[in-house]
């Protein structure tokens, strides 16, 4: 079956302007994850979404970044005023919501903010 | 809390031979799993093993075994028969109820 979308797979943007990041889960997958990946590091946990909710977004850096999961399926990260600093691998992620079930990633996207 | 630490930033081995990737944690959580991620230049992470902490047994998936000691709170990951596909980054990482930590990885190289 399909595996976890996520568009575009690169985003170029300007410093300051609005960028949307989406992520389209494995069918039936209730939990979602947003994680972010800088160069060279481990991905950084962002915010969790359990059905329509965000659950736990205690990851997100400051007030620019939110994220939606309007109908329990495809989640949208926006991020506002885009910063050089926001430049990374933004990474999605799914899994069934059972404890320990096993995340199922998506290929990133890559945001660079010029 | 949830911590993850890869001391090991980068290793190499010989194609067919074995190597071992260290990976210690802390959690605060009685219930949890441990996990080891594998990252190509494709950017996808791809589950490569998982262990219930609850569970004595070390987890085997093919040439990936795990060595996991709960009381030292390690978790080590040994591949063996080292093949050019298995050249990438990995994670160790750990989850509890939800919350999925990882560590900062170990560049794998393996060397035809």
């Known amino acids: 079956g399909a595996g976890v979308s996520q568009t575009p797979s690169n985003k170029v943007t300007e410093k300051g302007k609005y960028v949307e990041l989406r992520c389209d889960p494995i069918s039936g997958h209730t939990a979602l994850y947003w994680y972010r990946q800088s160069l060279g590091q481990g991905p950084e946990f962002l915010i969790y979404?359990?059905?329509?909710?965000?659950?736990?977004d205690s990851g997100l850096p400051n007030d620019r970044f939110f994220a939606v999961r309007p109908e329990g399926s495809v989640s949208t990260l926006k991020i506002q005023r885009t910063e050089r600093g926001d430049s990374a691998v933004y990474l999605c992620a799914s899994s069934t919501g059972a404890d320990g079930s096993p995340l199922h990633f998506g290929n990133g996207t890559r945001l660079t903010v010029t | 809390a949830q911590t993850v630490t890869q001391s090991q930033p980068e290793m190499s081995v010989q194609e067919a031979e074995t190597v071992t990737l260290s990976c210690t944690y802390d959690t605060s959580e009685n219930n949890y799993y441990l996990f080891w991620y594998k990252q190509p230049p494709s950017r996808q992470m791809i589950l490569v093993i998982r262990q219930e902490a609850y569970k004595q047994q070390n987890a085997t998936e093919n040439r990936f075994s795990v060595n996991f000691q709960k009381a030292a709170k390690s978790f080590s990951l040994k591949i063996s028969d080292s093949q050019l596909g298995d050249t990438a980054m990995y994670f160790c990482?750990?989850?509890?109820?939800?919350?999925?930590?990882f560590g900062t990885g170990t560049r794998l190289k393996v060397l035809a």
């Open positions: 990482g750990t989850s509890g109820t939800y919350k999925y930590i």
């Open positions: 979404f359990q059905g329509t909710g965000a659950a736990d």
